[in-house]
Every structure is written in C-alpha cells, then in structure tokens.
C-alpha cells in the first residue's frame, strides 16, 4: 500500500495580465478499484486548467481496467498515433508528472520456499464469479503529461465521469479584491506548480515541485 495512491492534488500560482496573484487547487481521489470499468484518465481529459496530453497507463496485473481484454479495451483506449504534425503548438507549457506506483514483481531464484508466495496487492480474477479477496488495485497512470489550458475554470471538467475517479475539488481565487466585478481572474502565466499524491494515511508517497 505504500506507493499506491489515493488522492492526488495539483496547485497552480499564476498571474493575470496586470500582473496580479492568482491561486488554483485541483484535487481528485482515486476509487482504486479492480473493476474492468475503473478508468481514471484519458489522453484528453480536462479538468479546469489541466489537460491530459499524455497518459502512461498502469500495469494491468495493477489495473484489471488496463488488461488486454475486449471488455477493458472497449471502456479504456488509447489515442491512435499520427503521422501527421500536432495540432498543440509547442509553446504550450506542460508539466510531466511520474506517479506513484507498485512496481510489477521481477522472476528471481526464491530464497525460500513457502506454502503461500507474496504478491504485490493480490491481484483479484477478472471475469468470473469469484470475489477477490483483496479488492483493492491501483489504476493511477505510472506518468502523465499535463497541458496547461488556462482560458479554462472549474466548470471545465470531463473527469467526473471516469468511473477510476471517487471525487474532485476545484478552487480558484484571487489575493485581490474579490469585491470588483471587473476583477481580472483569468491567467496568462503559471508561475508555480506543485503536484503531491498521498496514501491511504494521506500521508504524502510522492511531490513534484516546478
């Protein structure tokens, strides 16, 4: 459980274009869930400020949502590759986040040899009728790489509906007058990023500073 994470929190400090103080928090919580359903992002979800332009999705025998199934891969697919130019200009800023995550266990000699042999979370039975009797998985992307779209607010969210997601929060403010109806909210520049996942004690596992 100790790299597995359960909620994962993004803070921005930018600035408008008079060069005022502008602050957002995005954070959602994982479902960590072994359903075959249970995707969390895709490459183009948005959620406020953040794009996913890139998802490195997790290792199926984490992830039943990510096995090589036609079930899972009817609900969670990839973005065909193109050939042709990206229709993102390079100056976009973005963020590469690496997560997390259990790491698949490698073949060596045993030390000793046991009745039970470990396993990395106890990997439930896709398809069939039997309940697992661990049921918690970890579908969280290994690395994600995050667009910065900041014509965006927290009314632009394509999340909620990932079934891989519990719940998000979105907050943006201002350390200006919040009484001023022409008030500028709107960023032009991030000048601060700070990514943070915690653990089932939320207790911080891994933190990203830029």
């Given amino acids: 459980l100790a790299s597995i994470p359960f909620i994962a929190l993004v803070g921005m400090v930018g600035e408008n274009a008079n060069g005022e103080e502008l602050k957002g928090s995005f954070l959602w919580k994982y479902t960590n869930s072994c359903d075959v359903d249970a995707v969390t992002f895709e490459q183009g979800d948005v959620f406020a400020w953040n794009t996913w332009s890139e998802v490195d999705e997790q290792y199926g025998v984490f992830c039943p949502a990510n096995l090589p199934s036609s079930t899972s891969q009817s609900l969670h697919t990839s973005s065909p590759a193109s050939n042709g130019p990206t229709s993102t200009p390079s100056s976009v800023p973005t963020v590469v986040i690496q997560s997390s995550s259990p790491t698949p266990l490698r073949a060596s000699p045993p030390e000793k040899k046991t009745d039970h042999p470990p396993s990395p979370i106890n990997e439930p039975s896709v398809g069939?009728?039997?309940?697992?009797?661990?049921?918690?998985?970890?579908?969280?992307?290994?690395?994600?790489?995050?667009?910065?779209?900041?014509?965006?607010?927290?009314?632009?969210?394509?999340?909620?509906?990932?079934?891989?997601?519990?719940?998000?929060?979105?907050?943006?403010?201002?350390?200006?007058?919040?009484d001023d109806m022409n008030a500028d909210t709107t960023p032009v520049r991030i000048t601060h990023i700070q990514y943070i996942e915690l653990g089932d004690d939320n207790e911080m596992i891994n933190g990203i500073n830029q």
């Fill in 128 to 178: 069939s009728g039997v309940q697992s009797q661990q049921r918690l998985c970890s579908c969280a992307p290994r690395s994600f790489t995050i667009q910065l779209n900041l014509s965006n607010d927290c009314n632009n969210d394509s999340i909620e509906s990932n079934d891989g997601i519990a719940k998000m929060s979105c907050v943006e403010w201002n350390n200006f007058d919040d």
